[in-house]
């Protein structure tokens, strides 16, 4: 009996044993040179086919070096037979710095329906400069692809991650469900256009924390039909700040909602806790959102709600925005602001903002005392309140 029992535990370990031992994939013996200027695209996707029908789990390992990356590239996560790939990477790998070889593809490196997916440490480097300069140059340009795109994926790491010089969004989650990004850093100078850091549309279950993203445009954004997410730890500045928007540009939209903005900083950015939605009929909405401790340094418009947006007053023919805003909370808000209106609620006269709740807000303009402006906007405010509310 005692010497069956044995056995069994060991054959138990053993399949326990063999079917967790990881296998790793080098790009190196793919035919990987790191020297920055020769394609390594092939020596990734055989790695990476391997890794997909093994039925270990899967290392694919990128030792340090630059690896260029010459056009866009596409892992698919179809039929993979795999119980989770890891990218664990120490080097950089950096796209042509001419802006026309991955300017179109809209997607520099894409994961298309993967499960079980984490990016582990590397860089990832578009060489977006030239692209910024022929789009400030107004001649005509592509548009630029986002640099690192997931697409109808699930269970996504990504950890200590660096993005820099991304030609348009440097991450982007669509269709996704439970992904988690931690201690990312990305950068991108402050006057590159459309250059977000982490752009979330049409996904669940998202968690940020620990990162630190300076870019030309918005901090974090935040699409339709975006749920559950929590974001916790994050710096932001130079760029737009934290937003949930655009929102309500189509008729038939899902809406945002039981979004968490946790102990956040923001340095000279241009808004802090945004949510900005077009002036056009829509069936969208936004409900659920804390924004909680928050500290601004320099911030144009560290609270605001922009529920008309319509840049140029092009395409708004309604003039009001559909999308409903509720039950949003501001809790301990403090810092200063850069403009003497601190708190801005501007919401729309077609569905107005309902249950705001701002506790404990302390912003200063110049250290003189800042305002707030409401319109359309009701709730309640209480605790420490500077600039005294107009809810
Ligand atoms: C990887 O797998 C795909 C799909 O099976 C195939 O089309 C492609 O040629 C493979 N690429 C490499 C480099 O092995
Ligand atoms: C709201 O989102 C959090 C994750 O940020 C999740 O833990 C929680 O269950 C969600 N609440 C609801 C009601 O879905």
Same mark, same amino acid.
């Not at 710095?97 to 997607?107: C, F, K, P, T």
């Not at 403009?339 to 006269?349: H, I, L, Q």
């Given at each position: 009996m005692m010497v069956i029992k044995h056995i069994l535990v060991l054959l138990f370990l053993t399949f326990r044993l063999s079917s967790s031992t990881k296998v790793t994939y080098n790009v190196l013996s793919f035919g990987?040179?790191?020297? *920055?200027?020769?394609?390594t695209k092939n020596a990734f996707l055989k790695a990476w086919n391997l890794s997909c029908s093994s039925t270990s789990p899967a290392i694919i390992y990128v030792p340090a070096g630059r690896y260029l990356i010459a056009t866009a590239l596409t892992f698919y996560g179809q039929g993979c037979k795999s119980k989770g790939i890891t990218f664990?990477?120490? *080097?950089t790998l950096v796209a042509p710095?001419?802006?026309?070889?991955?300017?179109?593809?809209?997607?520099?490196i894409k994961l298309y329906k993967v499960n079980h997916v984490t990016i582990s440490g590397g860089t990832l480097d578009a060489q977006g400069s030239s692209l910024w300069a022929c789009k400030s140059s107004g001649k005509t340009c592509p548009q630029g692809s986002t640099t690192l795109g997931i697409y109808h994926s699930s269970n996504i790491v990504i950890s200590k991650l660096r993005s820099i010089n991304s030609q348009m969004f440097h991450i982007l989650l669509y269709g996704c469900t439970n992904a988690k990004i931690q201690g990312v850093s990305i950068v991108a100078s402050g006057l590159s256009p459309n250059t977000d850091g982490i752009h979330l549309a049409s996904s669940t279950g998202i968690t940020i924390l620990s990162s630190k993203i300076s870019t030309g445009d918005d901090c974090i954004s935040i699409g339709p039909g975006t749920s559950n997410v929590w974001i916790e730890k994050v710096v932001c500045g130079p760029g737009h700040g934290i937003s949930i928007g655009s929102l309500g540009w189509t008729l038939e939209e899902p809406g945002v909602q039981n979004i968490t903005v946790k102990t956040t900083t923001f340095i000279g950015t241009q808004n802090g806790l945004r949510i900005k939605t077009w002036a056009r009929t829509s069936n969208g909405f936004v409900k659920g959102v804390v924004f909680q401790d928050a500290t601004m340094v320099n911030v144009k418009f560290p609270i605001i709600i922009d529920g008309n947006y319509c840049p140029d007053n092009d395409n708004c023919p309604s003039q009001v925005s559909g999308v409903k805003i509720s039950n949003v909370v501001y809790e301990d808000v403090h810092g200063t602001s850069a403009?003497?209106?601190?708190?801005?609620?501007?919401?729309?006269?077609g569905s107005p903002c309902s249950g705001i709740v701002l506790k404990d807000v302390n912003l200063n303009f110049r250290g003189q005392l800042a305002v707030s402006s409401c319109a359309n906007a009701v709730g309640t405010a209480s605790g420490l309140l500077q600039p005294t509310s107009c809810l």
């Open positions: 990987a040179k790191p020297d *920055g200027i020769s394609d664990s990477i120490t *080097g710095s001419s802006y026309n070889a991955i300017g179109n593809a809209q997607v520099w403009t003497s209106v601190a708190v801005k609620f501007d919401c729309s006269k």
